[in-house]
């Protein structure tokens, strides 16, 4: 088993791939990809409810997707260390095109619950594009490039929510209404063309990254990989910070369309432009603000600034009195975590060497999808008791994740 150090020891040799023109075609991969997801997230509670979902049934389908990634996810890191990252890629992300087509024409509840799970079993590539940007980045550029790739999944959400608002209006040109079957089919359709695309870009213009490893290299299991991420006195930190503001973000995101309707008679249209104002806060703040803050102080201060500025916003939002400040607070709560989701990825990459990074970076995706899996199962609940109860239970949840952050900075330099 390799000891991993806090800082990731340079590839043997120049990857094939690490031109700024074949990053570039990467992150338009990306976007192309996250538009059609973002396509889906405002949706989902509306989607649900016309399938007549119960609250906690609309929270259930998101979490049905995170439980997927996180039975997938390491999967697919491992995968991607072994074989490559470009296959991986494209066949995760046509698994993807197949699945939207499949929820566009589910029949029930519950035949969409199983779609999202095979979804987020097939589409749990996250940790491959990370895994692959780390391959053919230097470690001091790391946290600069993983924002590059955060403000690509960021502009994903400006157009996807976008699309996803203003695609079911196409639904009255057909003689449907705008809340009907048709008004849904139509985005995911669109989605499923989007990913289609994606998956084709990959074939064409992306050239693997690293060489495959031999065939009978062995393969720990995830219990093996998660041992010694336990024992390393940074990734232990990281992988609990994933997981406990995960949790508090996607309760709040699973909840946001209820939220919504229920204080200020939102639909799907409201919700995906708001979305979009999100995207927008978020792609500036990891393209353009996380790479040079955390090259002045550090990553770990950067993750712990913007957990606290998540925590604040979350207490907050339930008291937002009019929906015009909605976009306003939930635009702070998007702005910490493009704070915190380049500096994740940043910390991991340093701490673990070349041959373990889409393994370790899947570990901490798959606690990601633990965290969006649980996050909305706890919201929806809540949400019935209070329709303010997630926001403030997200908001208690960061307290611990900001101790943990603390405490990294001091870790890493006693490791080295």
Same mark, same amino acid.
């Given at each position: 088993?390799?000891?991993?150090?806090? !800082?990731?020891?340079? $590839?043997?040799?120049?990857?094939?791939?690490?031109?700024?023109? &074949?990053?570039?075609?990467?992150?338009?991969?990306?976007?192309?990809?996250?538009?059609? *997801?973002?396509?889906?997230?405002?949706?989902?509670?509306?989607?649900?409810?016309?399938?007549?979902?119960?609250?906690?049934?609309?929270?259930?389908?998101?979490?049905?997707?995170?439980?997927?990634? %996180?039975?997938? @996810?390491?999967?697919?890191?491992?995968?991607?260390?072994?074989?490559?990252?470009?296959?991986?890629?494209?066949?995760?992300?046509?698994?993807?095109?197949?699945?939207?087509?499949?929820? &566009? *024409?589910?029949?029930?509840?519950?035949?969409? *619950?199983?779609? /999202?799970? #095979?979804?987020?079993? =097939?589409?749990?590539?996250?940790?491959?594009?990370?895994?692959?940007?780390?391959?053919?980045?230097?470690?001091?550029?790391?946290?600069?490039?993983?924002?590059?790739?955060?403000?690509?999944?960021?502009?994903?959400?400006?157009?996807?929510? !976008?699309?996803?608002?203003?695609?079911?209006?196409?639904?009255?040109?057909?003689?449907?209404?705008?809340?009907?079957?048709?008004?849904?089919?139509?985005?995911?359709?669109?989605?499923?063309?989007?990913?289609?695309?994606?998956?084709?870009?990959?074939?064409?213009?992306?050239?693997?990254?690293? =060489?495959?490893?031999?065939?009978?290299?062995?393969?720990?299991?995830?219990?093996?990989?998660?041992?010694?991420?336990?024992?390393?006195?940074?990734?232990?930190?990281?992988?609990?910070?994933?997981?406990?503001?995960?949790?508090?973000?996607?309760?709040? @995101?699973?909840?946001?369309?209820?939220?919504? +309707?229920?204080?200020?008679?939102?639909?799907?249209? +409201?919700?995906?432009?708001?979305?979009?104002?999100?995207?927008?806060?978020? $792609? #500036?703040? +990891?393209?353009?603000?996380?790479?040079?803050?955390?090259?002045?102080?550090?990553?770990?201060?950067?993750?712990?600034?913007?957990?606290?500025?998540?925590?604040?916003?979350?207490?907050?939002?339930? %008291? #937002?009195? !009019?929906?015009? %400040?909605?976009?306003?607070?939930?635009? *702070?709560?998007?702005?910490?975590?493009?704070?915190?989701?380049?500096?994740?990825?940043?910390?991991?990459? /340093?701490?673990?060497?070349?041959?373990?990074?889409? @393994?370790?970076?899947?570990?901490?995706?798959?606690?990601?999808?633990?965290?969006?899996?649980?996050?909305?199962?706890?919201?929806?609940?809540?949400?019935?008791?209070?329709?303010?109860?997630?926001?403030?239970?997200?908001?208690?949840?960061?307290?611990?994740?900001?101790?943990?952050?603390?405490?990294?900075?001091?870790?890493?330099?006693?490791?080295?």
């Amino acid at each position: 088993m390799t000891t991993l150090s806090t !800082t990731a020891a340079p $590839s043997s040799s120049k990857s094939p791939d690490a031109s700024p023109r &074949a990053l570039y075609v990467l992150l338009l991969v990306v976007f192309i990809n996250l538009v059609g *997801f973002g396509l889906v997230i405002p949706l989902l509670p509306f989607y649900a409810k016309s399938l007549s979902a119960s609250p906690w049934q609309v929270t259930a389908l998101f979490s049905a997707y995170s439980l997927g990634q %996180f039975v997938a @996810e390491p999967f697919w890191g491992r995968l991607s260390d072994r074989i490559g990252r470009r296959p991986v890629l494209i066949v995760t992300i046509l698994a993807n095109t197949l699945c939207y087509v499949a929820l &566009a *024409f589910a029949p029930s509840i519950g035949w969409a *619950f199983a779609i /999202r799970l #095979v979804s987020g079993c =097939a589409t749990g590539n996250i940790s491959t594009i990370q895994g692959y940007m780390a391959d053919v980045t230097p470690p001091e550029k790391r946290a600069g490039r993983m924002g590059l790739l955060g403000a690509a999944f960021g502009m994903g959400f400006v157009v996807g929510p !976008t699309l996803g608002g203003l695609l079911p209006s196409l639904a009255k040109v057909f003689g449907h209404s705008e809340s009907g079957r048709l008004a849904f089919q139509i985005p995911l359709l669109t989605a499923a063309v989007l990913a289609a695309i994606a998956a084709l870009g990959v074939f064409l213009f992306v050239v693997e990254s690293r =060489a495959p490893s031999a065939k009978d290299a062995p393969r720990p299991h995830r219990r093996e990989a998660l041992r010694t991420a336990r024992a390393h006195p940074v990734l232990s930190r990281v992988l609990l910070v994933t997981l406990i503001s995960t949790a508090a973000f996607a309760g709040m @995101e699973a909840v946001f369309g209820l939220w919504t +309707q229920a204080r200020f008679d939102w639909g799907p249209r +409201q919700v995906g432009l708001c979305f979009a104002v999100i995207g927008v806060i978020a $792609s #500036v703040g +990891q393209g353009l603000v996380t790479g040079r803050l955390a090259r002045r102080f550090g990553e770990a201060k950067v993750l712990t600034a913007g957990l606290g500025i998540i925590a604040l916003s979350l207490a907050v939002t339930p %008291f #937002v009195p !009019t929906a015009a %400040f909605v976009p306003v607070v939930v635009g *702070f709560t998007a702005f910490g975590q493009s704070l915190v989701f380049p500096c994740i990825a940043a910390l991991i990459s /340093r701490a673990t060497p070349p041959d373990k990074q889409g @393994e370790m970076l899947g570990l901490n995706m798959a606690a990601g999808s633990l965290a969006r899996m649980a996050g909305p199962m706890l919201a929806g609940p809540l949400f019935g008791l209070a329709i303010g109860g997630p926001y403030w239970f997200g908001a208690l949840l960061m307290i611990p994740a900001i101790a943990f952050a603390l405490t990294i900075e001091h870790r890493a330099k006693a490791a080295a």
